[in-house]
């Protein structure tokens, strides 16, 4: 069992910055690759970043350039620096993690609450 434990969210104006954590409760080095996802009030959960074990990063159009998905080996925690943010970006935000070693698992983070006022 993986335990991922997400940092408090928080409220921000608009163009403003956060930055949310994500500690494992194993060797990050360990993950096939993570993910950060946020869902909205009435929404699906949409996919935000990924970074493969490899350091490989990709991101959706709809915060490419303005988020960046980053870890940290040796605090064996995952980061999302957010700038710019807009009101739309109001969401609960998720991470999680892609295990592959044997067969195929995925752990979810608590999800913790970004609110951008306009």
């Known amino acids: 069992q993986v335990q991922l434990v997400e940092s408090e969210g928080g409220l921000v104006q608009t163009g403003g910055s956060l930055r949310l954590s994500c500690a494992t409760s194993?060797?990050?080095?360990?993950?096939?690759?993570m993910y950060w996802y946020r869902q909205a009030p009435g929404k699906q959960r949409d996919f935000l970043a990924r970074i493969t074990r490899g350091g490989s990063t990709n991101y959706a159009d709809s915060v490419r350039g303005r988020f960046t998905i980053s870890r940290d080996n040796a605090k064996n925690t995952l980061y999302l620096q957010m700038n710019s943010l807009k009101p739309e970006d109001t969401a609960v935000y998720y991470c999680?993690?892609?295990?592959?070693?044997?067969?195929?698992?995925?752990?979810w983070g608590q999800g913790t609450q970004v609110t951008v006022s306009s």
């Open positions: 999680n993690a892609e295990l592959r070693s044997g067969i195929w698992t995925q752990y």
């Open positions: 194993i060797s990050i080095s360990s993950i096939y690759q």
